[in-house]
T-cell receptor, first 113, second 115 residues
């Protein structure tokens, strides 16, 4: 498979559940990103990883916990979420964390009940 | 703070016509810009980019124009087709991002193509 893939594509979870989102990039890139996309709002950058090191945490609540075991994989661990966390979560990668276009996955549509 | 915005939330055009989607940015230090297309149920798709040392860049059926004097960016789509219906985002990268390629996104313009 090519490009950036994300699983699952859809997720419904209760506020007490723990779940994880997975992202994999097949582009040989060194940087990976998590974004949140809510209706009527611009994309919000959550986390940036460069060569498996977190280089940016954009004031994201601790109920979101990222993990980057290698430059091809990125996870977003979720626990005790709130209904307002329901959104489309997008993963992206780029050749470098300093410059260049970012390529996005299809996203995970998350609904918190 | 800095922001990237688009002038119109929705643009409706006739199939075959040319489309122009506009974007204004506020940070004169921005030196890299990207246009993305997002179709329903999909992630944003890279269309074209431009650096601040250029005024114009052309791709297949698309042209991006950059006017640094008025901090304005536009995306022109020639001979618009039904498959062009989507939300279009502009994004900017600026020196204040430090060592991360932090892109600032606008809210998006929905392009509707009428048959």
């Amino acid at each position: 498979e090519t490009g950036v893939t994300q699983t699952p594509r859809h997720l419904v979870m209760g506020m007490t559940n723990k779940k994880s989102l997975k992202c994999e990039q097949h582009l040989g890139h060194n940087a990976m990103y998590w974004y949140k996309q809510s209706a009527k709002k611009p994309l919000e950058l959550m986390f940036v990883y460069s060569l498996e090191e977190r280089v940016e945490n954009n004031s994201v609540p601790s109920r979101f916990s990222p993990e980057c075991p290698n430059s091809s994989h990125l996870f977003l661990h979720l626990h005790t979420l709130q209904p307002e966390d329901s959104a489309l979560y997008l993963c992206a990668s780029s050749p470098s964390a300093t410059r260049g276009e970012q390529y996005f996955g299809p996203g995970t549509r998350l609904t918190v009940t | 703070g800095e922001s990237v915005g688009l002038h119109l939330p929705t643009l409706s055009v006739q199939e075959g016509d040319n489309s122009i989607i506009n974007c204004a940015y506020s940070n004169s230090a921005s030196d890299y810009f990207i246009w993305y297309k997002q179709e329903s149920g999909k992630g944003p798709q890279f269309i074209i980019d431009i650096r601040s040392n250029m005024d114009k860049r052309q791709g297949q059926r698309v042209t991006v124009l950059l006017n640094k004097t008025v901090k304005h960016l536009s995306l022109q789509i020639a001979a618009t087709q039904p498959g062009d219906s989507a939300v279009y985002f502009c994004a900017e990268n600026y020196e204040g991002s430090g060592n991360t390629g932090k892109l600032i996104f606008g809210q998006g313009t929905t392009l509707q193509v009428k048959p």
